[in-house]
């Protein structure tokens, strides 16, 4: 699984970004997420469904989308980083950007306990075999703006605008990493196999993965202190609280294996 050849990144170390636009963003946004997950549109029959999104909630959406872009109330940004790396057993040893030696951080991602038995780390050239490779780790927001405007839609009993908005602003977090995902995979010269179809795109038609914490394959959500003590997001407004979420909520980090076998999976 390791033996592939690593790409070369245009610079080690961090970098913090802000030449988003959103309709780049929105362009990747994941519409039946939002409908369905955000919004809460289901339990109706599919010709219901259909119906109701073209007559009512794309509308909706354009017209919600227009605002935010007029009124600015999504601030996106993202800080992002490669790093030399090995894995060793279950582990991802980061090594320092200075020279690639020092180690300077270590996640360590549980294992499938059945068949195929798969761990991220297994994604990455081992120790032992006397390679380096690179990780790409990220960490993407919004802002906090538009967590206070939802804040005081919820104080003002405006739970409709509310949803809307804060749905939107939750799926236009995961828009922008996969906007981050894209320029990665452009840097690391990866994106050969990026399909042209943006549908496509959003249903990870691309080499690699990005891999969030909390989630499948990684859920200790602690590494999320390892992912700040690499990136400083502070520089863009991010903090984590005591549970190790990141605020404003609206924001996600991804730990990015370029490897082409790489996929979703759960311990």
Not at 7 to 32: K, W
Not at 33 to 42: E, P, S
Not at 146 to 165: E, F, G, H, K, M
Not at 173 to 193: G, T
Request: hydrophobic share 35%; with cysteine.
């Amino acid at each position: 699984m390791q033996d592939i050849p690593v790409p070369v990144p245009p610079f080690y170390g961090r970098r913090a970004i802000s030449d988003f636009s959103l309709e780049e963003i929105f362009q990747l946004l994941n519409e039946a997420a939002l409908f369905r997950t955000q919004w809460g549109i289901r339990g109706i029959r599919k010709e219901q469904y259909l119906k109701l999104i073209e007559e009512k909630y794309r509308p909706l959406l354009q017209e919600l989308k227009a605002e935010v872009m007029r009124e600015g109330y999504f601030q996106p940004q993202a800080v992002y980083g490669y790093f030399a790396c090995q894995s060793r057993g279950n582990d991802l040893i980061i090594y320092s950007p200075s020279d690639g030696r020092h180690e300077i951080s270590r996640f360590r991602f549980p294992r499938q306990a059945k068949e195929p038995h798969l761990c991220i780390a297994d994604y990455f050239c081992s120790a032992e075999s006397g390679k380096e490779d690179v990780v790409a780790i990220s960490l993407v927001t919004i802002g906090r703006r538009v967590t206070d405007i939802a804040r005081d839609l919820l104080a003002r009993d405006d739970y409709t605008r509310y949803l809307y908005l804060h749905g939107l602003s939750a799926e236009s977090a995961e828009a922008l990493a996969e906007c981050m995902h894209r320029r990665i995979r452009r840097e690391l010269n990866i994106a050969q196999k990026d399909s042209p179809v943006i549908g496509l795109l959003i249903k990870q038609h691309y080499q690699g993965r990005r891999y969030s914490l909390g989630y499948g394959a990684c859920p200790n959500l602690e590494d999320q202190r390892k992912i700040f003590d690499l990136l400083y997001p502070e520089e863009i407004g991010v903090q984590l609280n005591e549970a190790y979420q990141l605020v404003p909520e609206q924001s996600t980090s991804a730990i990015v294996a370029h490897h082409p076998q790489a996929r979703y999976f759960t311990v």
